[in-house]
């Protein structure tokens, strides 16, 4: 909590010394205009995510937009502080002696318009295509498309507007087979009822499969008070999808085939989906993991991307995650990419197994998404048959 803290205050304090000091304005004024900022801001950060699990409404919106906003971009402050103290040490250095406003004005600005792209670029929904050899798969699946989506969290922020974007460009490519990889639903509100008759028009010849993400769990589980969903949450009790909970009104609303722990044939194919790992059913998922013995050709569906040796160990041909989104601010993405050893987003092999994670698709209008995007990946099942 102190080392939080601490964090917090650096992050705040390096950009307010560095706009006094770099511009040489008057302490007095610019300190108390920097403390009104920190006494707006920091309650924005700590409890605009909360504001919208507990709200619904314009209101919620707006503070969580806010909040998003004001966490981006105080980040990126922080970063171009040390730009600009990094330039004038090599300035000083060099012996030139240059006003500080030369470099202050540069940066802080560049930060700005990141900000400003990062709020365009989060409103974009791609399309990124990824070429599979479905060597031993049936040969009836070569030039087959599978479309996978992931971690829309639709709730206070992404509703059915945003649900009917993503079920337009997904009809326009359509493919063959559709898979939702989790993270489906986010907080207890939210138009849920608006958004799954939206989603239910998702169609494909082969059919709609999903697996849970840890967040579906916040709406999913037992109705409760959003205090006591909260406070759950916080625990990081456990969330059941037992009797009597939402779970029951999605899978009718929704003409999809949810896999939990379960795995499926089609045509030639065995389709696996893995709950989140952090279940207590956690004993099942690796059951299930072990059960495979790659005798038949199989794609595995994990909402997070782990355990992924085990699959390729288990002779699974293709795996797909979401759940990192990419690390979907600067530098964030950076650290996710060293912590994950590059499996943060995109596709890389796994002994014979192809692992893709995607970005997410959850567009929303003002949450500023400063690294990557988010996507729809189509799996393209390679037409040729390259062991010839
Ligand atoms: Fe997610």
Redesign the pocket.
């Known amino acids: 909590m102190l080392m939080q803290i601490l964090t917090v205050i650096l992050i705040h304090a390096l950009p307010a010394f560095t706009l006094i000091h770099g511009l040489s304005l008057p302490v007095g004024p610019a300190f108390s205009l920097i403390v009104a900022a920190f006494t707006i801001q920091v309650p924005l950060l700590v409890f605009g995510r909360d504001v919208a699990f507990l709200k619904d409404g314009a209101g919620a919106r707006l503070v969580y937009r806010l909040s998003m906003l004001s966490f981006v971009l105080i980040l990126d402050l922080f970063l171009a502080s040390l730009v600009h103290l990094l330039v004038r040490g090599i300035l000083t250095a060099a012996g030139w002696d240059v006003s500080g406003s030369l470099t202050v004005y540069p940066v802080f600005g560049a930060a700005i318009l990141h900000v400003f792209w990062g709020i365009v670029n989060a409103r974009r929904l791609a399309v990124r295509r990824v070429v599979f050899d479905p060597e031993d798969f049936p040969a009836s699946w070569r030039g087959r498309t599978l479309l996978f989506f992931s971690?829309t969290?639709y709730g206070t922020l992404n509703g059915p507007g945003m649900a009917e974007k993503l079920v337009r460009d997904v009809e326009k490519l359509k493919p063959d087979m559709i898979i939702s990889g989790g993270?489906l639903f986010d907080g207890p509100r939210g138009k849920y009822d608006s958004t799954l008759a939206v989603l239910s028009r998702l169609k494909a010849p082969l059919g709609v499969l999903a697996v849970l993400?840890n967040?579906d769990y916040f709406y999913l589980s037992r109705p409760g008070s959003s205090k006591d969903l909260l406070r759950r949450q916080r625990n990081r009790e456990v969330m059941e999808l037992g009797p009597g909970t939402r779970w029951a009104t999605v899978r009718s609303a929704l003409p999809w085939r949810f896999l939990e722990n379960e795995s499926m044939e089609i045509d030639g194919v065995v389709f696996a989906g893995l709950r989140p790992f952090s279940r207590p059913d956690e004993a099942a998922a690796l059951e299930l993991l072990s059960g495979l013995d790659g005798s038949e050709p199989t794609v595995l569906i994990n909402h997070k991307p782990n355990h992924v040796e085990e699959a390729a160990a288990a002779g699974v041909k293709l795996q797909l995650s979401?759940?990192t989104?990419g690390g979907p601010v600067f530098p964030v993405n950076i650290i996710m990419r060293h912590l994950l050893k590059g499996r943060h987003h995109g596709t890389s092999k796994v002994g014979g197994m192809v692992l893709d994670v995607s970005s997410?698709s959850g567009i929303s209008l003002w949450y500023p998404r400063t690294a990557g995007r988010h996507e729809l990946v189509v799996v393209e099942f390679s037409a040729a048959d390259s062991r010839r």
């Open positions: 971690d969290h993270d993400g967040h979401g759940h989104h997410g």
